[in-house]
Each structure stands twice: as C-alpha cells, then as structure tokens.
C-alpha cells in the first residue's frame, strides 16, 4: 500500500518539479511548483510527519505559491528567449552534464553508504511530540526564527515598498 | 515499508532537476522557484532520515528550513519587485546593476 501512494506522489512531485523548470509561462510553472509541493505534502504524511505535511501545506502551497503567483501578476508575465544560451547548446550540455554528475554522485552516496535498518516509533511526528520538542530542547531557534522572519518582513516592506521619496529624505 | 534510500534518491532526482533549472532558465522567477524547490528536495531527504533513525530532530530543522523559507520568499521577491521597477525586467543575463 505504502508503495502504491510513494509512487504516486512521487511521480507526481516528480512532473511538478520537470513542470516548473520546463514551461514557459512563469504562472504554469507557479502551478507546477504548487503540484511538486502538495505532492511532497503527502510524501511528508507517508513518512509519519503529520505536523509537518499540514505545515508545508500552509507555508508553502498557502503562502509560498501564491506570492510568487501575486508577484507574477504584479510584474506582468514577461514573455522572453529564456532558456540559457541557445545559441550555445555547449553551456546546456555543461550544466546537463555538471548535474547528472551531482546526480551520480548522490545515488552512488545513497546505495553505498553503511546504513542501519529502519526504527519505527509509535505516535511519531504527531503535533504533540514536535511541538514538546519544539518548546524544550529547540526553543532557542525557534524564537530565532520568529526574529528573522520579522526581519524578513521588515526588509521585504523596505524594499517593495514605494520608494519615492528616497529613505531617509523628507519629502518635499 | 518502502525503503529510506528511495526516498533519498527520489529527493536527490528533485533537487537535481531544481538545480539544471537555476542554470539554464534566465527568469529570476523561475530560478527562485527552483531554488525552492531543491529546498524542499532537502526537506524531504530530513523527513525521510528522520523516519529512519526514530528520532525527531530531523523534523525541527525541516519545520526551520520552512521558516527560513518563508523569509526568503519574502525579500526575494521585494528584490525581484525592485529589480522590476529599476530595469524593467526580470531576466538575470540583463542585471548587471554593477557595471555602469
């Protein structure tokens, strides 16, 4: 059973992921990534991390997705030659290259490497086993998280933000 | 149960097709999307040693990435704003903001 749906949705996570990088369209390839996300959402739930699969489902697919649509339909859908170098295919087969060497690399690691056979837990990866971790032996980094995601807000107003008069300069 | 390196290769596969699409797409759009998606290739392999060593740690750093993804997304796509008003395009063989 557990075969049956790590298939699906990786295949699906899999034509997301091909999706984003090969459409044209940047509002395809934003729906795409949205495909590879809920897909890695429910590998998230097959691999016992409940908490974590509805996390994914509400940052990424809920916040992460539809501001990069918002951003799309801000900026307008420019339209250009986009893939690199076409009239030097020697820089694509480069990065072709340079990445099934990466590829290689990381399932050669995978198969090779000593590893010790699965452990399974009882009431793994619910809420309340994350969340007492999460306030015990974590509590450090995640209020440092809180500080830089108010960082990143601030930042991002600053830089998206109007821009006339310049910061800092009183208007005239 | 399906084994752990499954999951790592299948996360391995993803981050990889993220990766070629940082080199050969021009959209900065498109690049960050990948970016974010090789993140999430990295969450995936986490989970998945996660599950695979009975432990939950590797769940709290995953819960972290998000948030630190999140973030990025944030000034990321102000820059790609900015970027947008300053030159009127997003194609990164065109910002060269640098060289007058």
């Known amino acids: ?172 | 149960m399906v084994p752990t390196a499954y999951y790592l290769i299948l996360a391995a596969v993803i981050f990889s097709i993220g990766a070629l699409g940082v080199l050969v797409r021009r959209n900065a759009l498109i690049i960050f999307m990948c970016i974010e998606m090789m993140m999430n290739a990295a969450n995936l392999t986490f989970v998945a040693l996660a599950r695979h060593f009975g432990t939950l740690d590797g769940q709290i750093v995953v819960f972290l990435v998000m948030a630190i993804a999140a973030a990025e997304v944030a000034i990321g796509l102000g820059i790609v704003v900015g970027l947008v008003r300053h030159r009127d395009t997003t194609n990164v063989d065109r910002i060269n903001l640098l060289r007058w």
């Open chain 1, 1 to 172: 059973m557990e075969w049956f749906f790590f298939a699906l949705f990786g295949l699906a996570a899999l034509v997301g992921s091909l999706g984003v990088v090969l459409s044209r369209n940047a509002v395809h390839s934003a729906l795409f990534l949205l495909l590879n996300f809920a897909a890695s959402a429910l590998l998230f739930l097959l691999l016992g991390a409940q908490f974590l699969a509805m996390a994914q489902i509400l940052v990424y697919a809920g916040a992460i997705v539809v501001l990069f649509i918002f951003v799309v339909m801000l900026i307008g859908n420019e339209t250009m030659d986009d893939f690199v170098a076409r009239e030097r295919p020697a820089l694509r087969l480069a990065a072709l290259a340079l990445v099934a060497l990466f590829l290689a690399g990381g399932v050669y690691t995978v198969f090779f490497s000593p590893w010790g056979s699965a452990q399974g837990i009882a009431d793994y990866g619910a809420v309340e086993s994350v969340g007492r971790l999460l306030f015990t032996r974590y509590l450090l980094p995640f209020e440092l998280a809180s500080v830089i995601l108010l960082a990143a807000m601030i930042g991002a107003i600053i830089l998206a933000g109007r821009t006339k008069p310049p910061l800092g300069r009183p208007e005239e």
